[in-house]
């Protein structure tokens, strides 16, 4: 009886481990991709004319740093700062290295863990668009 008592606890810990390690986190990225298309905020269309803001609103749209927009898909998996969470701490590297990097997983290299999630994101990214998610990275600290 213990024994199947052990065993039954030990398959509830791997399922949960292997819930939080990856469904988690895909339920975090799809949920943060899925509000940020739906807010119409896409790096195609994502300009001053197509945003339509409250009138109350004093942001404009125009004043927000284009790779700021972007980093938004990051922020589930990289946090606010860059600094990690369930993907890897970023804001410690150059422009040159996360655009090198996201290049690689836009062209379906498999690199790292998470490496099919940042293969999916990064293919999305226009060339001017890597180079702006990671200009703006470098500033995060």
Request: with cysteine.
């Amino acid at each position: 009886m213990t024994y199947r008592n052990q065993s039954t606890l030990k398959s509830k810990s791997l399922s949960f481990r292997l819930i939080s390690t990856y469904i988690q986190p895909l339920l975090a990225l799809l949920l943060i991709s899925s509000l940020w298309v739906l807010s119409g905020c896409t790096e195609q269309n994502a300009t001053t004319e197509e945003f339509k803001l409250p009138q109350t609103s004093k942001l404009l749209i125009s004043t927000i740093n284009p790779g700021e927009r972007l980093y938004v898909t990051c922020l589930g998996c990289h946090g606010i700062k860059g600094d990690g969470g369930i993907g890897p701490r970023i804001n410690n590297q150059s422009k040159e290295e996360l655009v090198t990097k996201l290049n690689l997983y836009k062209s379906g290299e498999p690199r790292g863990v998470n490496a099919s999630v940042m293969i999916s994101m990064a293919g999305v990214l226009s060339e001017q668009g890597i180079d702006q998610v990671s200009e703006f990275i470098t500033t995060l600290k």
